[in-house]
């Protein structure tokens, strides 16, 4: 092994725990370390690389507009970008559709935010509602709104006093917390880091009738659900609720950093020109990359394989007979398996002796997050590993 990871350990952030794995090409569904050994990768780089590793779409594409021009700002108007925001507004709200482009999910968050918040000015003192459990990013406004102490507590004296936090799927939870002053709502329709809890469809029904009898916006934070990845190309969809606006990222360019604020026009006309900017947010390179994600997964059905396999894996993971099993839960190809003890043994296993890769979700929680090109075959392969998972720590722990 060359001393890139010595490298790494002394000069990295050290933020992160580093693996023991190197791996240095990816193909399909597959990672290759640099011994040549192969893993199927249900993480997908915590879910942005819906199309697989080295997908020849984004290859070719990523190519052809690198020679073009890689960076615009956005003053700058550009064709690339303007065929982005008509295929965003195809998907979303047609006609009435707004979209600002930016670089990562958390960014999205924090543009939604300010949107609903400038929407808002006449209110005296706004506050929001977010969820208990909910995860919506690491920066100081998006984290205002992620529930977990873990990510909260190391900065609570600075985070946002104005934000409230709602038992998910409790409506009587979220009205007890609503006054004349809240601009906004914000929820995952699938709570992924939180332990992969989908939102029950009553819930997001009465959100919706109780945002418009309050004049109140909601927001949908679809960075890890939107996509593809819950078996529609929006989580929303699968309730048959629109949301007010929504933030975009992961899925959104096939691995390349971009992330989207999507919204009806009315709402963006409060927002005044030079309050809010992204200085790589909607460069070419990355517009492109979009639209050939957003094209290959409209041509090759890939929302709609999503959904089918992912009914799939779920009924398969509910018929093995394992007391170490609390719950499967789910929705799309966004699947969390909670046991009664801690997810780690589990995941660690499949890594090392199955060469499968998973994400936890929380202490107990395994998390399946794979790219949406997968077949029944790689779902198997996975489903094969947790069963020999489950019969090992039970065999160990005995």
Known sequence: MTNFLDLEKKFGSGLYSLKDKVFVRGEGVYLYTDQNEKYLDFMSG????????????????????????????????????????????????????????????????????????????????????????????????????????KYRQPFENFLSKKVKFATYNDLDS??????????????????????????????????????DEKNILLIFDEVQTGMGRCGKMFAYEQYNVKPDIIAIAKGLAGGFPIG????????????????????????????????????????????ENANELGKYIIEKLKKISSSSIREIRGLGLLIGIQFKSKSGPYIDY?????????????????????????????????????????????????
């Open 260 to 303: 989207a604020v999507v919204s009806k026009q009315h709402i963006w006309a409060k927002l005044e020109k030079g309050e809010h900017a992204s200085t790589f947010g909607g460069n070419p390179l990355a517009a492109s990359m979009a639209i050939a994600t957003i094209n290959t997964l409209k041509e090759k059905s890939l929302p």
């Open 46 to 149: 915590h879910g942005v690389a819906c199309l697989g590793h080295a997908h020849p779409v984004l290859i070719k594409t990523l190519e052809e507009q690198s020679k073009k021009l890689v960076t615009l700002h956005s003053s700058y108007p550009n064709e690339t970008r303007a065929k982005l925001f008509e295929l965003m507004a195809e998907l979303t709200f047609y006609d009435e559709t707004k979209c600002f482009l930016v670089n990562s999910g958390t960014e999205a968050v924090e543009g939604a935010l300010k949107l609903a918040l400038a929407y808002n000015r006449e209110k005296k003192d706004p506050n929001v509602i977010a969820m208990k459990r909910s995860f919506h990013g690491r920066t100081m406004g998006s984290l205002s709104l992620t529930f977990n102490p």
């Open 350 to 398: 499949c890594e090392k002796n199955e060469n499968v890769l998973f994400l936890s979700a929380g202490m107990t929680v395994l998390r399946m997050l794979p790219p949406l090109i997968i077949e029944k075959i790689h779902a198997n392969e996975a489903i094969k590993s947790i069963e020999n998972a489950l019969n090992f720590v039970k065999d160990k722990d005995n």
């Open 174 to 211: 979220v009205k007890g917390l609503i006054d004349e002053n809240t601009a906004c709502i914000i929820t995952e329709l699938v709570q992924g880091e939180g332990g992969v809890y989908p939102a029950d469809k009553e819930f997001i029904k009465g959100l919706r009738e109780l945002c």
